[in-house]
């Protein structure tokens, strides 16, 4: 970052510029006491106190006169004869060349910044070293007012985190502003997360410390986001002949769990969730859950246990990644499987299709007997094609997951056997973010705010503002 502000002749005379503190003081006190007889002069005239306007206007006060004073505090001075040169990142020497002045959006409004600029006359490459110590190199918007537009960016559209922060702030900001923030923000902490997932591949993992951990979940699921028109040329769509709309999020979480209620039934362990994600191949996402595991303490486990819907790419990672881990389908989308299977044996007869759930889901499905339930639905006749097509489909998918269906079995360890929890997290992670009406992403974009709504549920995301701080 180079030399400290203070060794250039900068947070040492941050102090008074052209105006001595008591002077801002004063400044700040005739703000006030012009606010004051504003108000005093209104409630006269009408007998009525207005509280809402009066609070607002205060507000607004204390910003202008903030500015105010946080404008005298960025006047830097020019750099003494032994700062005038700085090295240049070609080899060579940057001389100084003057004081330039830029207009900033901070917390308390617009200021301006009067600092030192310096030339390399070999590159032509110019410096601005205050800005980088302040963390506003390349960008007209403070640190705090960034900080503020990531929050509002990964937890709703863009135009209503414009609305929220001049209704909470009193800060006029459009909302491609906390577009451009939010997703360039997101794309720092997903390059972080390359950095550390590069680490795992190498096998540079950090030893993770601390008491054993009783029970530890890993699930998997995907989900669809609308994306613009280029992220899906070439892909097929759901339906023969047509283009694919959507791109697929693929989402993990891992948790722990400790006990279990008295009937027998896991508890997840309070605030133990975390979540990772991104719009790419499963190969890369099976080292992204890979490396929330190991940081959640996989290793440390005394019982671990993966869990996912059918989706062959799911139980493909586990076997990669979480060897010797519990493997359990998810009960309710097993279910839906036997229910998808019954509407093409029975369509528009509910009775029939209650009848033969009854005896398929409740007799063989749920009590784990996995491959009775394949021998009745293999000899299941029909002279329609399609439906016969849809029994071997199911027919297979149930025999490929037999040894995780086993749901008694895991009942009886108090496990749980329905993957909720990522389920649940699709919607809020993804859903009611990414899939509001009128969205359409680009895969850079969607991957940037996934990172930075899971840094934020996850509860790093202060850590990481704090590590940019201290970079």
Not at 11 to 18: D, N
Not at 243 to 271: M, N, S
Not at 363 to 388: M, P, Y
């Amino acid at each position: 970052m180079g030399l400290p502000i203070a060794a250039r002749g900068g947070i040492s005379a941050l102090g008074p510029g052209k105006k001595t503190v008591e002077a801002i003081q004063k400044e700040i006190a005739r703000e006030v006491d012009q606010l004051l007889r504003v108000i005093f002069s209104a409630r006269r005239k009408t007998g009525c106190l207005d509280l809402e306007a009066i609070e607002m206007a205060v507000r607004s006060a204390m910003h202008h006169a903030g500015a105010t004073a946080l404008t005298e505090l960025l006047q830097f001075p020019r750099p003494t004869t032994g700062q005038r040169i700085l090295p240049c990142p070609c080899g060579h020497h940057a001389s100084y060349q003057e004081l330039r002045c830029k207009s900033v959006l901070t917390a308390v409004g617009q200021v301006n910044v009067s600092r030192p600029y310096y030339l390399c006359r070999h590159c032509h490459t110019g410096q601005f070293p205050a800005d980088v110590e302040m963390d506003i190199e390349n960008t007209e918007i403070s640190p705090g007012v960034r900080r503020m537009q990531a929050v509002v960016g990964q937890e709703a559209p863009f135009d209503h985190g414009r609305q929220e922060l001049k209704l909470l702030a009193d800060l006029e900001i459009t909302a491609k502003s906390v577009e451009r923030t939010a997703e360039a923000i997101g794309a720092d902490i997903a390059a972080g997360e390359q950095r550390e997932i590069a680490k795992a591949i190498q096998l540079d993992l950090p030893v993770i410390v601390g008491e054993p951990i009783p029970i530890l979940y890993v699930q998997m699921d995907g989900t669809g986001v609308p994306v613009v028109k280029k992220e899906t040329e070439g892909r097929k769509g759901k339906t023969d002949g047509q283009p694919a709309h959507t791109r697929e999020v693929k989402l993990g979480c891992v948790f722990t769990q400790t006990t279990w209620d008295e009937e027998g039934y896991a508890i997840r362990d309070p605030d133990s969730t975390t979540y990772t994600g991104a719009m790419e191949t499963a190969e890369d996402f099976g080292k992204r859950i890979y490396l929330e595991a190991w940081n959640r303490g996989w290793s440390r486990a005394i019982k671990k246990v993966a869990m996912g819907d059918g989706a062959e790419w799911i139980w493909n990672l586990a076997d990669l990644h979480f060897p010797g881990a519990v493997q359990i389908v998810d009960l309710y989308h097993a279910r839906q499987h036997l229910w998808d299977l019954a509407r093409k044996l029975y369509p528009n007869d509910p009775v029939s299709q209650k009848a033969w759930i009854k005896a398929h889901q409740k007799r063989l499905l749920d009590k784990g007997k996995i491959e009775k339930l394949v021998l009745a639905l293999r000899s299941i006749h029909s002279t329609n094609i399609d439906v016969l097509e849809k029994i071997r489909t199911e027919a297979d998918y149930f025999e490929r997951n037999a040894d995780r269906m086993r749901y008694p079995k895991f009942r009886g360890q108090h496990l749980f056997v329905g993957s909720g929890v990522i389920e649940a997290g699709c919607k809020t992670v993804i859903g009611s973010r990414m899939k509001q009406s009128g969205m359409f992403w680009t895969v850079r974009g969607a991957n940037s705010i996934i990172a930075l709504r899971c840094c934020h549920l996850n509860g790093h995301f202060e850590s990481y503002w704090e590590g940019r701080r201290a970079a």
